[in-house]
Structure formats: C-alpha cells, structure tokens
Nanobody
Framework: VQLQASGGGLVQAGGSLRLSCAAS????????MGWFRQAPGKEREFVAA????????YYADSMKGRFTISKDNDKNTVFLQMNSLKPEDTAAYYC???????????????WGQGTEVTVSS
C-alpha cells in the first residue's frame, strides 16, 4: 500500500491550503487515516485523523477550529483543509494510516511521503 500526499506549497499567513493523501488500495492497516507534521528542529506531531467507516474525526487540541479532515471513500483519499494558516504551521506534513485511532496517534503502521507547507508572515 502506498500513501501519496500532495497539496503543499507556499501561502501567506491567514491563507488556506488543502492537502490530499491518496491510498493506492485499502487494507486492514488503514482503517484510520491521518496527518502528522514536523517543523524544522521539532518532533513530528499528530494533527488529525479520520476513520474510513463512519468518518469519525480526531484532532490535536491545537488544530481544532482551523483544520478539518475529510475523506472520499470512492477515491481512497483523505483531505486536510487548513484555514487561517500561521507561520508556525510551517512544516512537512505527512499522511499516515493504522488499524485504530490509538495506534495512529502513537505508532502509525503506514506512512506517506511528506508535503511541504510554508506559511509566510
């Protein structure tokens, strides 16, 4: 299974971006899809996740309100809509997958490549 992330870029503070993560196929290991980010010099952190069945969404507390995760089951694709972006949102954003929300938050079983997001002030 491959996870292909896209949609990163350069945006001014206050702007928006939508990231996409397409899974090449569905397996038991990607019942939950999510996003992490890693800023320069910092540890990778959980951003948001969503279940394929039911679409239950989970967010890191600091991301609630500005970021929205969604999915398209027909396209095996998960999206991360990011609004009101701040310079501190600058990071490499990675998509990930796991069997459960607990696993994806601590040790995702599948990783995609990163897509860079740069927010200028």
């Amino acid at each position: 299974v491959q996870l292909q992330a896209s949609g990163g870029g350069l945006v001014q503070a206050g702007g928006s971006l939508r990231l996409s993560c397409a899974a090449s196929r569905r397996t038991v290991f990607d019942s939950v899809m999510g996003w992490f980010r890693q800023a320069p010099g910092k540890e990778r952190e959980f951003v948001a996740a969503i279940t394929w069945n039911g679409g239950t969404a989970y967010y890191a507390d600091s991301m609630k309100g500005r970021f929205t995760i969604s999915k398209d089951n027909d396209k095996n694709t998960v999206f991360l809509q990011m609004n009101s972006l701040k310079p501190e949102d600058t990071a490499a954003y990675y998509c990930a997958a796991a069997r459960t929300i607990t696993i994806i938050k601590t040790a995702p079983e599948l990783w995609g490549q990163g897509t860079e997001v740069t927010v200028s002030s």
